[in-house]
């Protein structure tokens, strides 16, 4: 073919396909039902048989290969110790990053490191993750979460998407109201949910819980330069049980709301004592107010922390009436009103910031209990919002409306923050717990969509045995009417989650070269052995397909010190390292040298090799670990 006529036939194609594709986006744009049909071609799928709704709800949760989704959303792991990655809107699990269990997928819980992150204990129970945030928006940096068990929080680094730092925080025990952050990540706060006497260890018998016992509420420091937690201060509260929590934010930043059950200071049968009372509390706590109490002296040092008691500092603790042990209670985007759940009340309370302070400028109080003004619940309380049965937990779309899940009635009931009425009601499958909106936590939810994380499963997807998955629901907001894209099975327990646009959060592609970092090797001829009395240390280097030194011998007791470093800087070339029979196992990801430690316990000979399947020739990626018996 003549070079001329090539040249304007690839042209002509060219222009074409521009045409076309600048078509299908004015399309889009001005018929947005028709955004998800563009991949398509332009064309509205409709399909034989399938209802209509069903190809659009397909059409909005298929990511094509090529495509990434638009959110991250973190699922709490609860008791599998675990943080769950999940993209939406297609809802795949991407990422299970271990917090407070060790998890062998990745060496966690083997490597120096996360074994001393991990410390004496072996799980924990994550419920409430909680994203860094800046002027009351996610900022991609940190994901900090709770452990209920043991008293713990972590924090991920979102470059990383690794554990980096697990915290102990003293004098609290079951931190279930927890962790929620402050709008420019100055703290975040836990609650205790059990009463007990402190610090830990102490003893007293139960009869005395409402003498002997406290709870506790916990401000950790977070640093803004690296994220690093430290605790900041405590707050001594009554016996108690804290259940959710939330910080203020714009109108009433500078406060917590936190709910709380059991102001019965029952101590047996709680399912039945717990709910004596018609009215608990919404316990709001000027924080400013008490981390100045903080910086001017006025606490006492308890198990090594700050602790302060807020009757030395009158103003900083007030009790809103709420309807029978709420549950979670949530601001809204603006921080003008602060709703309790009511559990087993049928209604959600909405309480307004402005009128709280009126009353506490004018001293508008109805009581007092354990030394706390109790503000005026007739004049702070601006609806009881008929939502339905056993309401949970509160979210917003940014548009007005706020999202409540109904544990008993099964269903997710939308309502207005402006006439506090319900205009949709959707059921989800089955018994919601929390609920997830886009960006919902922040000063400017997205919409768009929303995850309900519920406790039960059923018959949802195929059976499984006598207990089921748990399950998690997609539902679209764009629309009037809530309507259920999708349904993923989850692992226990979907607590709370979290929701991040996508591009707020950048990730290292490897890990940065550093010689400077002890054990670092990044070249065969440094790479060695070393021996100090019965101290060994491996500098070993790893990379497509070979360890250097690929055999490595010791003696019968020797104390090992191994340093591997992945040599591969090349995004997602990560090389495991397992021993065989000597239950040691981890990983280096691109770049990265790790650290583990132990005692060659066992003579004789034992293989290893590298777990991730990183080459043509991974499987060629072995050596052997030599240990010669004692006396030979
Ligand atoms: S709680 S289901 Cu652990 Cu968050 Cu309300
Ligand atoms: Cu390295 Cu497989």
């Known amino acids: 073919m003549e070079k001329g006529l090539f040249k304007k036939i690839v042209l002509s194609l060219a222009g074409l396909l521009v045409g076309l594709v600048i078509a299908v986006y004015l399309s889009a744009q001005l018929n947005p039902e028709a955004e998800a049909a563009a991949a398509f071609g332009g064309k509205n799928i409709s399909v034989d048989g399938v209802p209509d709704d069903v190809v659009q709800a397909a059409l909005k949760t298929y990511v094509p290969p090529g495509q990434l989704d638009e959110y991250y959303m973190f699922a709490s792991g609860g008791h599998s110790g675990n943080v769950f990655v999940y993209g939406v809107p297609s809802m795949r699990r991407i990422r299970t990053i271990p917090v407070f269990t060790p998890e062998s997928a990745v060496g966690y819980g083997w490597t120096t490191e996360s074994k001393e992150m991990?410390?004496?204990?072996?799980?924990?129970?994550?419920?409430?993750?909680?994203?860094?945030?800046?002027?009351?928006?996610?900022?991609?940096?940190?994901?900090?979460?709770?452990?209920?068990?043991?008293?713990?929080?972590?924090?991920?680094?979102?470059?990383?998407?690794?554990?980096?730092?697990?915290?102990?925080?003293?004098?609290?025990?079951?931190?279930?109201?927890?962790?929620?952050?402050?709008?420019?990540?100055?703290?975040?706060?836990?609650?205790?949910?059990?009463?007990?006497?402190?610090?830990?260890?102490?003893?007293?018998?139960?009869?005395?819980?409402?003498?002997?016992?406290?709870?506790?509420?916990?401000?950790?420091?977070?640093?803004?330069?690296?994220?690093?937690?430290?605790?900041?201060?405590?707050?001594?509260?009554?016996?108690?049980?804290?259940?959710?929590?939330?910080?203020?934010?714009?109108?009433?930043?500078?406060?917590?709301?936190?709910?709380?059950?059991?102001?019965?200071?029952?101590?047996?049968?709680?399912?039945?004592?717990?709910?004596?009372?018609?009215?608990?509390?919404?316990?709001?706590?000027?924080?400013?107010?008490?981390?100045?109490?903080?910086?001017?002296?006025?606490?006492?040092?308890?198990?090594?922390?700050?602790?302060?008691?807020?009757?030395?500092?009158?103003?900083?603790?007030?009790?809103?009436?709420?309807?029978?042990?709420?549950?979670?209670?949530?601001?809204?985007?603006?921080g003008k009103y602060f709703i309790a759940n009511g559990k087993v009340a049928p209604v959600a309370t909405v309480f307004s910031f402005e009128k709280f302070k009126e009353c506490i400028d004018n001293k508008d109080f109805q009581g007092e209990e354990r030394g706390f003004p109790v503000v005026n619940y007739e004049k702070v309380r601006v609806a009881e919002v008929p939502v339905g049965l056993g309401p949970l937990h509160t979210q917003f779309d940014g548009n007005g409306y706020a999202y409540t899940t109904l544990f008993i009635d099964s269903t997710i009931a939308k309502w207005s923050l402006d006439t506090f009425e319900v205009v949709d009601v959707t059921p989800v499958h089955y018994c919601p717990g929390h609920l997830c909106a886009a960006e919902g936590d922040t000063v400017s939810p997205d919409g768009k969509y929303l995850v309900s994380l519920n406790k039960l499963a059923k018959d949802k997807f195929l059976s499984v045995g006598p207990s089921h998955p748990e399950s998690a629901q997609l539902i679209d907001l764009t629309t009037d009417k809530m309507k259920i894209l999708m349904d993923v099975p989850t692992d226990p327990e979907p607590h709370f989650a979290q929701m991040i646009k996508a591009d707020k959060i950048t990730t290292w592609e490897v890990f940065e070269k550093d010689p400077s970092q002890p054990g670092a090797v990044y070249e065969k001829e440094n790479a060695r052995i070393e021996r100090d009395g019965n101290n060994v240390t491996v500098y070993q280097m790893g990379f497509r397909s070979r360890y250097y030194p690929d055999h490595v011998e010791v003696n019968e007791g020797d104390h090992v010190t191994w340093y591997l470093t992945n040599t591969d800087f090349d995004e997602d070339i990560t090389h495991g390292f397992g021993i065989c029979l000597y239950d040691l196992n981890a990983e280096a990801q691109p770049g990265e040298t790790i650290k583990f430690e132990f005692v060659a316990d066992k003579a004789g000979v034992y293989p290893f090799y590298c777990t991730n399947f990183c080459s043509a020739l991974h499987q060629e990626m072995q050596g052997w670990f030599i240990v010669k018996p004692k006396g030979l």
């Open 118 to 334: 991990l410390g004496e204990w072996s799980w924990g129970d994550v419920h409430h993750p909680a994203l860094s945030e800046t002027k009351g928006d996610y900022d991609g940096r940190w994901l900090f979460v709770n452990d209920n068990a043991n008293s713990r929080a972590a924090r991920i680094d979102l470059d990383s998407f690794r554990t980096s730092q697990i915290l102990d925080i003293p004098n609290i025990y079951g931190p279930h109201s927890a962790v929620f952050m402050t709008p420019n990540s100055e703290y975040f706060m836990l609650g205790s949910r059990f009463a007990g006497p402190i610090p830990y260890g102490t003893y007293s018998p139960i009869e005395n819980l409402s003498k002997d016992y406290n709870c506790v509420l916990a401000a950790v420091a977070i640093d803004p330069n690296n994220g690093e937690m430290s605790v900041g201060w405590e707050v001594l509260m009554p016996p108690w049980s804290f259940d959710l929590s939330d910080a203020g934010k714009l109108d009433s930043e500078g406060w917590a709301f936190l709910t709380t059950y059991n102001t019965e200071e029952a101590y047996e049968l709680l399912e039945v004592n717990a709910s004596q009372r018609e009215m608990d509390y919404v316990v709001a706590l000027n924080w400013k107010m008490l981390e100045q109490a903080a910086n001017e002296g006025k606490y006492k040092i308890v198990d090594g922390v700050k602790m302060i008691d807020p009757l030395d500092v009158p103003g900083s603790v007030y009790l809103v009436p709420a309807m029978k042990s709420p549950h979670g209670v949530d601001v809204t985007p603006d």
